[in-house]
């Protein structure tokens, strides 16, 4: 599975766009971009996937790039309780056995 | 409809005793897995199994074994505790097939003593 980078922490305020970079440059064509999120010290929740167009779901949209080897997490209206540690996570088709490779993920403070 | 259940939510247990963790999917879900995550950092997979009776290792799984006798069921053993293994445990189950979401437990906190 390719390797992902993002920014360790942003800031975003409330009620404003929030959206978090993802690199995964050396992703292949049939490599899935996941994001997910943890907030305080739950589980991580799901929050949308993608392999080439951009989704969008209640949550969030994921803009990917036409090469495939950046895309955007958008949170349209933020609000305190998005506040969390977000991870993107590349993943081939066929879900691999649900064995997920995190990264350190983006901290995510929205402030009022 | 309860998803993925970990029992016990918080655990001590002293350095060389054995336990082991608990998780159960309701979801019919093919695919489940065993997560750690230590202070500050992302998770960490342990072991994974894509159906009854078959097992994997992830990036981490020395001083835990597993077994999958059931879809439902997929325990996490530690057999000889360590302070190492100090840490919250997740449990995560999915669907087989392209793009499916995973579910995650709420975790166990486990304190070695």
């Known amino acids: 599975d390719a390797k992902t980078t993002q920014p360790p922490s942003m800031d975003c305020a409330e009620g404003r766009a929030a959206n978090l970079p993802c690199n995964h440059s050396t992703i292949s064509g049939n490599e899935y971009v996941y994001w997910y999120r943890q907030i305080h010290s739950q589980g991580p929740q799901y929050i949308i996937h993608?392999?080439?167009n951009n989704e969008t779901n209640e949550m969030a949209s994921l803009i990917i790039t036409e090469d495939r080897k950046s895309s955007t997490l958008i949170l349209p209206h933020a609000t305190l309780r998005d506040t969390a540690v977000y991870y993107c996570i590349a993943l081939k088709g066929g879900n691999q056995g649900g064995k997920l490779i995190f990264g350190q993920g983006t901290e995510l403070s929205v402030k009022p | 409809n309860a998803g993925v259940t970990q029992t016990p939510k918080f655990q001590v247990l002293k350095t060389g005793q054995s336990m082991t963790l608990q998780c159960a999917q309701d979801?019919?879900?093919?695919?489940m897995s065993w997560y750690r995550q230590d202070p500050g950092m992302g998770l960490r997979l342990i072991h994974y199994s894509v159906g009854a009776g078959i097992t994997d290792q992830g990036e981490v799984p020395n001083g835990y074994n597993v077994s999958r006798s059931t879809t439902e069921d997929f325990p996490l053993r530690l057999l000889s505790a360590a302070p190492s293994q100090t840490s919250v445990y997740f449990c995560?189950?999915?669907?087989?097939?392209?793009?499916?979401?995973?579910?995650f437990g709420q975790g166990t906190r486990l304190t070695v003593v």
């Open positions: 993608g392999l080439k």
């Open positions: 979801m019919n879900h093919e695919y």
């Open positions: 995560a189950s999915s669907a087989q097939g392209e793009g499916t979401e995973a579910f």
